[in-house]
């Protein structure tokens, strides 16, 4: 294989589809990751690895010295990441070894949360309000001089997912939510250390959705629209997504306008993105977007509904090659997560008899593995993914099979 790609974290099932793809394309993916989770990598994905080094990602600057030392060693051109959180160390590390990548000034608003909604609103993005907190005992002042009322939405500035994120219905909950976000300023997986910063946004009322875009100097083409789905009550849990949403031709014009507005704004250039919003009275209004590929899962939905591996555009983009992805079907598929609250033992899965819709399912936990605990409130355990001919009948496909699924968990 004469191309190579370095690959941040290997620890999700993006990181698979990256690994799949690139090998198709006869690229060879070098990951850097931590010991401990390239041992419970899939041995599949192990072997078509080329090769891998140990990181400590905790000091960026040493971390970007070590890997651009690795990369030219190894005569690596260039850098993907598994997710968002190590969207501006990829920004950096692209830019020492003069590959393709985001803008490295101003890659940390990718994560950081509190610069996004400020680039957002510097270029007049349709976003959330949004306000920043140091402490939970100013919290109502702030948000009465920002003019924001109840309910809100309280996050920490940088952690990815839903982590430490609430939504605020009235005053006497805003100081607990403030203290939870600020006591999440640590990356649990990697050890990176997040800004002490709880930020607090205007609720969105509407529904959800994301857009995945591929980037290549620049240009960005949206080849995802999905509708995504969360559970209601004060802590928010993402339980699915449908492709393609089924939005009107000229709401979906202006949600993608909306969506370019906001990669502009971010620098990002040479890549992939996911966009989530709200579709609000007044129009699209955006959330907050992720310089780094979808779960996996959510990349292999996309795949069933239109036959477009954006994994494989992914890994042509961050090697500085335009991206041809042509829909190859005009379907849909409805991808359900398969979580449970219960904390202990896990068994396994019932009730996911032989379906003929049902395109694809995975367990994300062995037999005998421990889920669960007393700081979580839902382990996802799975998901799976049904098929249709457009997505009402996939979302009523998906819920015929996710009614008989259940979680078997020996306390």
């Not at 920004?91 to 957002?120: E, Y």
């Not at 109840?150 to 203290?179: H, M, W």
């Not at 005998?368 to 382990?379: I, L, N």
């Amino acid at each position: 294989m004469a191309r190579a790609a370095l690959l941040l974290g290997a620890e999700n099932t993006a990181a698979e589809c990256i690994v799949r793809a690139a090998q198709q394309l006869d690229v060879g993916v070098h990951v850097a990751t931590h010991r401990e989770l390239y041992v419970r990598c899939r041995p599949q994905m192990r072997r078509e690895l080329s090769g891998v080094v140990f990181t400590d990602f905790r000091s960026a600057e040493q971390a970007v010295d070590q890997l651009a030392e690795y990369c030219t060693r190894e005569g690596i051109g260039a850098v993907a990441v598994s997710g968002g959180r190590f969207s501006p160390l990829a920004a950096a590390l692209a830019v020492r070894i003069g590959a393709p990548g985001h803008s490295a000034g101003r890659a940390p608003a990718a994560r950081n949360k509190w610069h996004m909604a400020q680039a957002m609103q510097r270029h007049g993005v349709p976003s959330a309000p949004t306000v920043a907190l140091v402490s939970p005992e100013a919290a109502q002042q702030r948000l009465e001089a920002a003019g924001l009322d109840y309910p809100v939405v309280v996050k920490p500035v940088e952690n990815t997912g839903s982590v430490g994120v609430s939504v605020v219905r009235g005053p006497a909950e805003l100081q607990p939510a403030v203290r939870r976000a600020l006591n999440r300023c640590t990356d649990t997986t990697y050890g990176l250390a997040y800004g002490a910063v709880a930020l607090v946004q205007g609720y969105l009322e509407g529904p959800e959705y994301s857009v995945v875009s591929v980037l290549h100097q620049g240009n960005c083409t949206h080849l995802a629209l999905t509708r995504k789905y969360m559970t209601d009550g004060r802590e928010r849990e993402e339980t699915g997504h449908t492709v393609p949403a089924d939005l009107d031709e000229w709401t979906t014009a202006r949600t993608a306008a909306a969506v370019a507005d906001g990669v502009v704004a971010l620098g990002l250039r040479d890549g992939i993105a996911q966009t989530d919003l709200k579709l609000t009275a007044d129009g699209p209004v955006l959330i907050e977007i992720g310089a780094g590929p979808p779960d996996g899962a959510v990349l292999e939905a996309i795949k069933h509904a239109t036959g477009i591996d954006l994994a494989r555009a992914y890994v042509q983009t961050v090697l500085g090659e335009a991206p041809q992805p042509q829909p190859r079907r005009s379907g849909a598929a409805a991808l359900r997560y398969i979580n449970t609250a219960a904390h202990g033992t896990f068994r396994g899965l019932t009730g996911l008899s032989l379906n003929p819709h049902l395109a694809a399912v995975r367990s994300y936990v062995e037999p005998g593995d421990v889920v669960g605990g007393a700081e979580v409130k839902h382990t996802r355990v799975g998901h799976a993914i049904v098929v249709a001919a457009n997505p009402v009948e996939a979302d009523r496909r998906a819920a015929a099979v996710m009614v008989s699924v259940a979680c078997d968990v020996e306390a």
